[in-house]
């Protein structure tokens, strides 16, 4: 137990943690040494490979629990944590990729996890990096917005006139 819970402290993700304390010991040797193959190659990657840049990695699973219910949606700063998320995942990819032949086994585990780079791609026209929705994501925002900026100028330069106008008759 004390293993896990050790474990766990270093999980990025909750579920993660979660899966790591309800773990069951293997009692199956070829699935023994399999999983040791694996932790020997993390270790490698860690130890000669600058490792796997993981920070910023989101639980986002619940996201699309989330939008499945009528009438919600996604904030900027969920769609922001969704993109960097699928980012950091395709760029883990990408480095175990080009590692392959030095690393069979964690290959494998990646092999056939898809990216979604169009996704990061679109959420990254939308949202910016300080998780607003740009001016410019869609024609119709950029307009409102647009206007909005015309309104508040004509409001100050009326407010403006006004102040002047009573300063100049007294």
């Known amino acids: 137990e004390e293993i896990k819970e050790a474990i766990a402290k270093n999980c990025y993700m909750e579920n993660t943690k979660m899966r790591t304390l309800d773990l069951m010991p293997i009692n199956d040797g070829d699935s023994v040494r399999r999983e040791l193959e694996y932790t020997r190659e993390i270790m490698e990657i860690i130890k000669f490979d600058t490792g796997l840049e993981l920070d910023g990695v989101k639980e986002i699973r619940g996201y699309f629990s989330k939008v499945e219910l009528i009438g919600t949606y996604l904030d900027p700063e969920e769609f922001y944590n969704i993109k960097e998320s ?15 032949t030095k690393y069979k086994y964690i290959y494998q585990k990646f092999r056939d996890v898809a990216v979604y780079k169009g996704i990061e791609d679109l ?7 300080e998780k607003n929705i740009k ?3 869609s024609l ?3 307009e409102i917005r ?6 508040n100028m004509n409001i100050r330069k009326r407010f403006e006139d006004i102040i002047n106008d009573s300063s100049n008759s007294q």
């Not at 647009?146 to 309104?151: A, D, E, H, R």
Request: proline fraction near 0%; aromatic fraction near 0%; hydrophobic fraction near 40%.
């Open 86 to 100: 699928l980012r950091i995942l395709r760029k883990a990819k990408n480095k175990i990729e080009s590692l392959s």
């Open 123 to 129: 959420i990254i026209k939308v949202v910016d990096e």
């Open 135 to 137: 001016d410019d994501a």
């Open 140 to 142: 119709e925002l950029a």
């Open 146 to 151: 647009n206007n909005k900026k015309n309104i």
